[in-house]
C-alpha cells in the first residue's frame, strides 16, 4: 500500500476505492478514506508524518467501501442527503439492495459512521468545492481542489465498466447529468479522479467519460430488448443479467435491480413502459413504441 504525490500536499493512494488526501493549515483532508485492511493505518500514519493537528473525512457518497475506513477522524462531511446512508445500514440496503437482510449476504452489511458535518453542492472548505454529481446516490458529490476532481462513482474506470455491465446508479437519468458535468471539469483542465480506477486528465478523461455514457445507453437499449417479455422487476433484471453473462448471484441481482427499477421507473413516467398485477408480482411491460435509443433519457 504507497502513496504518490500528485501535486504539492496533494496525495493519492490507490485502490478500490482511490483515497485522496489535501494538507491545508495543519489538517489532513482525507477524501473517502475506502475500505480494507490496514487503510486506516496508511491514512494516519501518511498525515502524522506531515505534522498535521485534524485530520478530516470527506466522503462522496454513503456507500460503506468509502467509508468503513472512518476511523480516528475529528470531523466526518458528507452531503445531507447521503447522512442516512453513512449513518443506518437499513437505509443503505434498502436503497441500494431492496432488503433488510444482511445475514447470509456476502456484502450487503457493515457497519456505519457518525457525521459531525453536512454538505451543500457549492459549498466551499478552504478551497475544496463540494460539486453536484448526484445519481449514483441522492447526495452524491465530487470534490474540486486546485487542478484535481475527486468524482468518486459518477463515474467508473474502464476495467470496473467493461466487467460489470450494469452500473450502478440509484437514479439513472441524473447519473447521466453528472457525467455532463464531470466532462465539464475535464474539458476545464481538472485532472479526474474517479472512485475506482486510474487518474485520467485530458481526451483520456473525456474518453473515459464517453465509455460511461454509452455503457449506460448500451445498457438501456438492452433493457428495452429484453422487456419485449413482459415480467417482473426480478425476471427482467436477470434477464438483462444473463444477456451480458453475468454471474447469477442473489447479491447481484438484488443489486442491479437498482439501476434497472430507476429505468423502468423513469420509462413508466414518460409513458413508454406500464404496470400491472399478476400473482407473481407487479409486471412490467412496454406500451408498444420502440424508444429511440440514441436519445438520452
Not at 454509452?214 to 417479455?229: G, H, N, P, S, Y
Not at 437498482?258 to 421507473?265: F, G, H, K, N, Q
Request: negative net charge; glycine residues 8%.
Amino acid at each position: 500500500m504507497s502513496w504518490r504525490e500528485l501535486a504539492e500536499d496533494v496525495l493519492l493512494l490507490s485502490g478500490s476505492p482511490n483515497t485522496a488526501m489535501i494538507i491545508h493549515n495543519q489538517i489532513a483532508f482525507v477524501v473517502d478514506p475506502g475500505n480494507g485492511e490496514g487503510r486506516a493505518k496508511s491514512i494516519h500514519r501518511k498525515a502524522e508524518s506531515y505534522g498535521v493537528a485534524a485530520r478530516f473525512a470527506m466522503l462522496t457518497h454513503g456507500h460503506i467501501d468509502h467509508f468503513a475506513e472512518c476511523k480516528g477522524f475529528d470531523r466526518i462531511f458528507i452531503h445531507r442527503y447521503d447522512v442516512g446512508l453513512a449513518e443506518n445500514d437499513v437505509i443503505r440496503n434498502v436503497l441500494e439492495f431492496n432488503t433488510l437482510s444482511t445475514k447470509g449476504f456476502k456484502f450487503i452489511s457493515g457497519s456505519s459512521v457518525r457525521v459531525t458535518d453536512t454538505l451543500w453542492w457549492g459549498d466551499d472548505i478552504v478551497g475544496i468545492q463540494a460539486v453536484n454529481t448526484h445519481g449514483h446516490t441522492p447526495g452524491h458529490s465530487a470534490y474540486v481542489f486546485g487542478e484535481f476532481a475527486y468524482v468518486g462513482d459518477a463515474v467508473f474506470g474502464n476495467r470496473l465498466v467493461d466487467r460489470v455491465k450494469i452500473l450502478f446508479h440509484t437514479d439513472v437519468p441524473e447519473a447521466m447529468k453528472s457525467l455532463d458535468t464531470v466532462e465539464k471539469l475535464a474539458r476545464e483542465g481538472k485532472t479526474i479522479i474517479p472512485g475506482h480506477g486510474p487518474v485520467v486528465s485530458g481526451e483520456e478523461a473525456i474518453a473515459l467519460v464517453q465509455k460511461n455514457r454509452e455503457a449506460i445507453e448500451q445498457m438501456m437499449k438492452d433493457l428495452w430488448d429484453v422487456l419485449d417479455e413482459p415480467g417482473t422487476l426480478e425476471e427482467i433484471t436477470i434477464r438483462l443479467m444473463e444477456h451480458y453473462n453475468l454471474k447469477l448471484e442473489p447479491e447481484f441481482v438484488l443489486l442491479d435491480m437498482t439501476p434497472v427499477r430507476s429505468i423502468l421507473s423513469h420509462w413508466r413516467e414518460e409513458g413508454r413502459v406500464k404496470i400491472r398485477v399478476e400473482r407473481r408480482g407487479v409486471i412490467w411491460e412496454q406500451r408498444g413504441q420502440r424508444i429511440n435509443t440514441a436519445k438520452r433519457i
